[in-house]
């Protein structure tokens, strides 16, 4: 049942037709599918021959050999056949040629038409060539020399026995009218007695001829295996290198990219064969290098996500003040870093910063300023923000290399008096937007991390109703445009003056629309982070 479901529909028919007739002829009665069964035969046979064919040619060096038989050996044997049936049919018309002039000869009368010859004439035309026949084209009747026509014994007899193996029995043929009839001269014959008959060449003579020929054809055979030996050759190694490139390329495949192809030779299939390994060294090596980027990029992923938490999730609720903050990374993980603490019911702290450098590194150092600063809030007795940042500034440097620093700003609002308390290591000048105007807080000392002991200053700045205070980074004011202009704090003052009735959360998202529309670049070049306060009562 397995054998008959993998047959076809053809091969089904074919099937059941034969056995029909099969039981057809066992019962004595031939049944009348003899024409369908052959029809179908022949179509089965024609499609099986093709697909053993294709099966056969598959393989690129039976094609290239099958190409080569039939490109060289074929035309040659089809040459050779032609040569000797040509010789063949030269020798025969020689033959005949030589008889029927010697029977022109003597057996023509006065107006020029051949007489029917007698036995004896028959018998005695060109008898060193061999048997001579005329055959009536009407009864088919045999007139020979000596003997009843058919008796084949006698024929041979009269044939001239051969001189050496390849001495084969030649015949000619011609038609001739004898007395107004129509007849068939035939002439049996071997080479040996026509090359004897017309040039007088000695057996022995024909003998060197017939070893030179052969020497000739020795060397022409010699000459011809060694082509077939030779194209074999080139063919097997042309093949097997591409089978080694197949093999390696299902090796591949199935995912063995350590596999490599033996490399043999120095041509150009072993330029290719090399040139493959040297790919499928390459993709190894940027496999396991996708592999290492996936690997970090999950682990950035959850740095991501864990970096995502240590900013605050939304600001303390004042009675004279609204807060927010917004932090865009260039890339999974952010060196900026802002925070909002609340200190009691009427007091809170604004924190902003840049850590010198991007990716990991400086999102680690982020998350140490941050613990630092948070621990220092809950343990400090003083609130003065220069002490906060003295603090800050010695742990990072105690802690870090050298070369880690960041710019820190560091604010303390009081709910009750509206008065904002500031130190500014090393970082932008946070613009205070007051009446219609834009003042630039000043800086009160340098970067922190840099050096073990610093001092900071701290300054006071009196906020009132409508009063808009933002602290950013520089990622928002250094991108550049495509003639290399930055944006700059002239317009970041333009957009803040624009949107001042805004509400924060809208501020930021205008501010840094504006700076992606100005860059208009592929990829943002720096992290952006914005603080917006405004003072509503």
Not at 154 to 172: N, S
Not at 179 to 208: K, N, W
Request: hydrophobic share 45%.
């Amino acid at each position: 049942m397995t054998l008959w479901r993998k047959l076809g529909w053809l091969e089904r028919v074919f099937l059941a037709l034969l056995l029909i007739q099969s039981a057809a002829y066992l019962a004595g009665r031939p049944g009348a599918l003899g024409f369908p069964l052959s029809v179908l035969f022949l179509i089965l046979l024609y499609r099986y021959t093709r697909r053993g064919l294709e099966r056969v040619v598959w393989r690129v060096r039976n094609r290239l050999i099958v190409s080569y038989v039939f490109i060289a050996v074929v035309p040659i044997g089809l040459l050779l056949l032609l040569v000797g049936i040509g010789l063949w049919l030269l020798i025969g018309q020689v033959a005949v040629y030589t008889v029927y002039h010697e029977y022109r000869q003597r057996a023509s009368t006065a107006s020029g038409e051949l007489q029917r010859p007698t036995p004896e004439l028959l018998a005695s035309l060109a008898p060193q060539l061999g048997e001579v026949i005329l055959v009536d084209a009407r009864s088919g009747l045999v007139f020979d020399g000596r003997f009843p026509s058919g008796n084949t014994e006698l024929r041979a007899r009269r044939i001239p026995p051969a001189a050496h193996r390849l001495d084969i029995q030649v015949a000619g043929f011609t038609p001739v009218r004898v007395e107004g009839q129509a007849y068939l001269l035939a002439v049996f014959t071997r080479p040996s007695a026509v090359l004897r008959s017309l040039f007088g060449i000695s057996v022995e003579g024909q003998e060197i001829y017939i070893y030179f020929f052969l020497a000739v054809g020795v060397l022409f055979l010699l000459a011809q295996i060694i082509s077939v030996v030779i194209g074999v050759s080139i063919t097997r190694t042309l093949t097997g290198a591409v089978q080694n490139l197949y093999e390696a390329t299902q090796r591949v495949q199935r995912g063995d990219l350590a596999h490599r192809i033996q490399v043999t030779g120095n041509d150009q299939l072993a330029e290719l064969s090399a040139s493959f390994n040297s790919m499928t060294a390459n993709l190894e090596r940027l496999i396991e290098v996708e592999k290492e980027r996936e690997r970090l990029h999950s682990e950035l992923e959850i740095a991501r996500h864990v970096q995502a938490r240590l900013f605050p999730k939304s600001a303390p609720h004042l009675r004279t003040l609204a807060i927010s903050g917004r932090c865009q990374p260039a890339r999974m993980v952010s060196g900026d870093y802002f925070d909002f603490l609340p200190l009691g019911e009427a007091q809170v702290a604004l924190a902003i910063g840049d850590v010198a450098g991007k990716g990991i590194s400086a999102a680690l150092l982020m998350a140490s300023m941050q613990s630092v600063l948070r621990s220092q809030l809950m343990e400090a007795r003083s609130l003065h923000p220069r002490d906060l940042v003295g603090v800050l500034n010695r742990q990072l440097y105690a802690n870090t290399t050298p070369e880690k620093y960041a710019t820190f700003f560091l604010g303390v609002y009081d709910d009750q008096t509206r008065l904002f308390t500031y130190t500014n290591a090393g970082h932008l000048p946070p613009v205070l937007v007051s009446g219609g105007k834009a003042i630039r807080l000043e800086v009160t000392g340098t970067v922190v991390g840099a050096f073990p002991a610093m001092p900071y200053e701290e300054r006071q700045a009196p906020l009132q109703r409508e009063d808009l205070l933002v602290a950013y980074t520089d990622g928002i004011t250094e991108p550049e445009n495509a003639y290399g202009e930055m944006f700059g704090e002239q317009r970041l003052v333009e957009v803040l003056l624009k949107y001042r009735s805004a509400a924060p959360e809208e501020i930021i998202a205008r501010t840094m629309e504006a700076v992606r529309e100005w860059s208009a670049g592929p990829e943002q070049e720096d992290d952006m982070t914005m603080v917006v306060a405004r003072c509503v009562a």
